[in-house]
C-alpha cells in the first residue's frame, strides 16, 4: 500500500495544481472521464460531469495569476482493498474553503479521482495578507 500512497499522493499533487493554475489537461490526468462532481453546499444540489466541470475551470482566473498563496493539504487517505480509495483533502480559492472527498480507483491509466464529492464555506481571504 505504500507504493499505492505515494501514487496517490502524486496525484493529489496534479490535482492541487490544476486548480491553483486553472489547468484542465493537469485535471484531465487525475480525473476518470466518466468521474463526477457533486457540491450540496447551495439550495439545490450541483452534479456535473467532466465535460460540465472543466469548461468551469478553463473559464476562471487562476488564483496563481491574483497571486494567491496557495493552501492546499492532504488531510487522509484510506484504503478500501487494493483498487479503491478515498483521500479527504482541503483547499480554498478565493473566500471558498472547500473540504474535499475524493474516490480513487486504479485503473489501467492508474489512479484516477471517479467521484469528488464536497461542502465548501465563505471565509475571508486573510492568507493573501499574511503570507
Not at 487562476?62 to 479527504?88: M, N, S
Not at 474516490?103 to 471517479?114: E, K, L, N, P, Q
Request: aromatic fraction near 10%; proline fraction near 4%.
Amino acid at each position: 500500500m505504500e507504493q499505492a500512497r505515494a501514487r496517490i499522493e502524486a496525484q493529489m499533487q496534479l490535482y492541487f495544481d490544476g486548480l491553483y493554475l486553472s489547468d484542465v489537461d493537469r485535471l484531465a490526468k487525475v480525473f476518470d472521464p466518466a468521474a463526477r462532481y457533486v457540491c450540496a453546499t447551495g439550495e439545490e444540489a450541483i452534479n456535473l460531469g467532466m465535460k460540465e466541470y472543466f469548461p468551469i475551470v478553463a473559464a476562471r482566473e487562476p488564483p496563481a495569476a491574483r497571486g494567491e498563496a496557495r493552501r492546499d493539504e492532504v488531510v487522509a487517505i484510506t484504503f478500501a482493498g487494493e483498487k479503491t480509495a478515498l483521500v479527504q483533502a482541503r483547499c480554498a480559492i478565493g473566500e471558498r474553503h472547500f473540504s474535499d472527498f475524493l474516490s480513487f480507483i486504479h485503473t489501467a491509466a492508474g489512479w484516477r479521482i471517479v467521484a469528488k464529492v464536497f461542502h465548501y464555506e465563505t471565509l475571508p481571504n486573510l492568507a493573501s495578507d499574511t503570507e
